[in-house]
């Protein structure tokens, strides 16, 4: 009875998992597996449940908003990557219809709405809360021939923007992630932190280069001047 109270008091269309819970684990998965059956909360995918907005065409599922926010809240476990993210930070109006998803799951997965695909890829680095803004940066660069009408200087300056306002912790920490990203990104970070005179760190970044490879972004010499130094083309 306290499980079905306390499913009560949430929102409709929310979407919730067994661990969100304040009960017993072993419990909550009975007595959702009733409510389930019985029609109270449906299921949105596995493990994860949502009490629906009855109207007048029945049920309603969860909004698009709410099923990534269920998946990116508090950036635990997960976060918007791929072309979705330019649009985040103000990159692009583009809404693209395929959301990529970076997660600590082990395995690809694709869940599909009726407006929207979500697609969810492993990340090679362990996302945690405190490092999720800096793979942000990251895969800006990592990205950033790849996002449709997003202007490359404007990337650029947002991520150098953004890395001015890290303290030097938070910027080594940044380094240390690059080393886990293509060359390409190492290259392009190692360009910006040189211009930003972050010399200590864009040396860093150049000892993991292959100093025989080079790096096709088709980036113009007169938004990143220092890209011969990086073999960037």
């Not at 979407?15 to 389930?36: D, G, H, M, R, Y």
């Not at 476990?77 to 330019?86: D, I, K, P």
């Not at 953004?162 to 080594?172: A, T, V, Y």
């Amino acid at each position: 009875k306290a499980i079905r109270s306390y499913i009560e008091t949430l929102d409709e269309g929310k979407i919730f998992t067994c661990k969100e819970l304040p009960f017993n684990p072993q419990s909550v998965t009975v007595e959702l597996c009733k409510l389930a059956k019985m029609g109270t909360i449906q299921k949105a995918s596995k493990g994860r449940y949502y009490k629906p907005r009855l109207t007048q065409f029945g049920a309603s599922k969860p909004k698009d908003d709410e099923i990534i926010k269920s998946y990116t809240e508090n950036q635990k476990s997960g976060y918007v990557s791929g072309v979705a993210l330019y649009n985040s930070f103000g990159l692009t109006t583009q809404v693209p219809s395929k959301i990529e998803i970076k997660s600590n799951r082990v395995a690809p997965l694709k869940q599909k709405t009726k407006n929207l695909t979500i697609e969810f890829s492993p990340s090679k680095v362990k996302i945690s809360t405190a490092n999720v803004p800096l793979l942000k940066l990251l895969d800006l660069l990592k990205y950033i021939n790849k996002a449709p009408d997003v202007s490359i200087e404007a990337v650029l300056t947002t991520v150098k923007q953004e890395i001015l306002k890290l303290e030097n912790s938070k910027q080594k920490k940044l380094i240390s992630l690059a080393k886990e990203y293509p060359p390409k990104v190492r290259a392009l970070l190692g360009a910006l932190l040189q211009s930003m005179c972050k010399w200590d760190f864009a040396f860093t970044l150049k000892e993991t280069l292959n100093p025989l490879s080079s790096y096709k972004l088709n980036i113009d010499a007169s938004i990143l001047p220092n890209k011969e130094k990086w073999r960037i083309l």
